[in-house]
């Protein structure tokens, strides 16, 4: 109870997001490890939640989730693209290499960058190492996936205008974020301290009220595919780790075992949400449709 106070009031008092403490989370976490990620993960280095609604598998999954932003987004050749929080750059690569579109990926995590620089070095993709902040320059799409939990209340509206800065009048923006049904001041006091440090998860009243000169053209729930993607991680964690294919120290496993799972609860219990949301500057002419995937 002392702690969940102090972590309260800690939070209503101090920006925990600002640009100074925005590389506190890749520190701690997002440079953790690459062959942990790369093996808990799979091919896709994809550390966001995946679709499963024609998939079997989860690099299946992490593929239709990325042919969904992309659709969402109605991407085109020659278009000019921003994804904000890029992680390893895998949405960034397939956005490039896919709909031959141009393309500036940022990240604050050091490992994430390198990475990206290292695999996808050869494709029209500006990989930048800065905060989102910085960010300078028009583009037609701008794509934000799962980087918006570590942005914080504090800043929802700052984020937001960043977003309507840069992006061009008849442009489009698609947010993928994990939502809380009330608003919260932080995470789980337990994933603040030794996962995510510095988390906070929007609901919908703060993120609408962030967002309230956009036009909102679409908003998709699917909360559920969350739990089968922290199960998928879990399982080729385990597996990974037993097959000794990275080194993991046995207060590490305990620690993502109860990560994975629990959070895998969280949403399974419809406590979580993950939403997929698509923004437009001014409207799109005629009304936006949301596009079906293929079977």
């Not at 008092?13 to 701690?28: C, D, G, I, T, Y």
């Not at 604050?108 to 996808?120: D, G, K, P, Y």
């Not at 000169?213 to 998928?232: C, Q, R, S, V």
């Not at 496993?253 to 969280?266: N, V």
């Amino acid at each position: 109870m002392v702690l969940c106070t102090w972590l309260y009031n800690r939070a209503m008092l101090f920006n925990l997001q600002s640009v100074r403490r925005s590389a506190e989370v890749a520190e701690k976490h997002y440079n953790l490890n690459n062959a942990l990620f790369s093996h808990m993960l799979g091919p896709s280095m994809t550390y966001s939640c995946a679709y499963w609604k024609q998939a079997a598998q989860l690099d299946e999954a992490q593929t239709y989730k990325m042919e969904l932003v992309c659709r969402k987004l109605r991407l085109e050749k020659g278009l000019k693209v921003l994804d904000i929080g890029c992680g390893w750059g895998t949405l960034a690569a397939y956005m490039a290499e896919k709909y031959q579109t141009t393309v500036s990926a940022v990240t604050v995590s050091r490992e994430q960058h390198e990475f990206a620089l290292r695999t996808f070095g050869h494709l029209p993709v500006l990989w930048i190492l800065d905060d989102y902040r910085n960010i300078a320059g028009e583009y037609d799409r701008i794509v934000s996936v799962g980087m918006f939990e570590h942005v914080g209340a504090k800043n929802y509206s700052l984020f937001m205008r960043t977003v309507q800065r840069v992006l061009r009048p008849d442009g489009l923006f698609l947010l993928h974020t994990i939502g809380a049904n009330k608003q919260k001041t932080g995470l789980d006091p337990w994933i603040s301290k030794y996962i995510f440090p510095n988390g906070m998860l929007p609901s919908m009243t703060s993120l609408g009220k962030a967002a309230s000169f956009f036009i909102m053209e679409d908003w998709e729930n699917f909360g559920p595919d969350y739990d089968k993607t922290l199960t998928a991680w879990h399982e080729r964690f385990e597996r990974g780790l037993e097959q000794k294919l990275f080194h993991c120290s046995e207060r590490q496993r305990r620690m993502f075992r109860y990560y994975l799972l629990s959070c895998a609860g969280a949403f399974r219990a419809r406590d979580l949400q993950l939403w997929q949301i698509v923004f437009s500057p001014q409207g799109v002419p005629g009304g936006y449709t949301r596009p079906v995937l293929p079977a």
